[in-house]
């Protein structure tokens, strides 16, 4: 596609749920990231991958959180037991490789626990 | 570690004079810098991009940003803002030291710019 693509845009679930974000990256980038956004904030770095594997997961807040990239294009962010802190804008970015190219960013999950 | 301050939370310009949105970083290696616009409900836009070679860079929109080593700062400036300039800012920073390396954005500053 174009851009990077995340779906769904909204999500609502309810405390104690699983929930699964998807992210397709523009065609052809190894490198995708993940990042969560709470309103006025910055985006807080989860994770990064470079090709199938997880090059940086440093930033997952605990192992409630799980991401895959099996194929090395779609990625998937998975939450376990979901809890109120963990609404926020979940967002997807891509770029060619690794090195000096900037990010690419997709439009975001809203996620809401109820 | 990385990491990227943006000390103000808000800047107020009027139309038509300079502004200048701040940022410092810190990294181990190089550093490869980058802003980004974000716009409400919409996605973090790319303005432009620092690497190597000349220390002022110049982006979309009119913007410009200015490296300075000695002072591990990369702030965001214009020449004459517009009311659609008015947005939240990121700066961000690659660590350039190692195999991989992470984009760490700052916290962001909201610009607003009055008539």
């Known amino acids: 596609g174009a851009g990077v693509s995340q779906t769904p845009s909204n999500k609502v679930t309810e405390k104690g749920k699983y929930v699964e974000l998807r992210c397709d990256p523009i065609s052809g980038h190894t490198a995708l990231y993940w990042y969560r956004q709470s309103l006025g904030q910055g985006p807080e770095f989860l994770i990064y991958?470079?090709?199938?594997?997880?090059?940086?997961d440093s930033g997952l807040p605990n192992d409630r959180f799980f991401a895959v990239r099996p194929e090395g294009s779609v990625s998937t962010l998975k939450i376990q037991r979901t809890e109120r802190g963990d609404s926020a804008v979940y967002l997807c970015a891509s770029s060619p490789g690794q090195g000096h190219t900037e990010a690419f960013f997709g439009q975001g999950t809203r996620l809401t626990v109820v | 570690a990385q990491s990227v301050a943006q000390p103000e939370d808000q800047v107020n310009v009027a139309e038509g004079n300079p502004l200048t949105v701040k940022c410092t970083y810190s990294?181990?290696?190089?550093?490869?810098l980058f802003w980004y616009v974000q716009y409400p409900n919409r996605g973090l836009q790319f303005l432009l991009k620092y690497i190597t070679g000349d220390n002022l860079v110049k982006g979309s929109y009119g913007f410009e940003a200015e490296f300075n080593k000695s002072q591990t700062s990369f702030h965001l400036k214009k020449p004459s803002a517009l009311v659609s300039d008015s947005a939240l800012y990121f700066c961000?920073?690659?660590?350039?030291?190692?195999?991989?390396?992470?984009?760490?954005f700052g916290s962001g500053t909201r610009l607003s710019i009055r008539p």
């Open positions: 961000a920073v690659r660590d350039m030291q190692g195999s991989a390396s992470k984009i760490i």
């Open positions: 990294v181990s290696g190089n550093p490869y």
């Open positions: 991958f470079q090709g199938t594997g997880a090059a940086d």
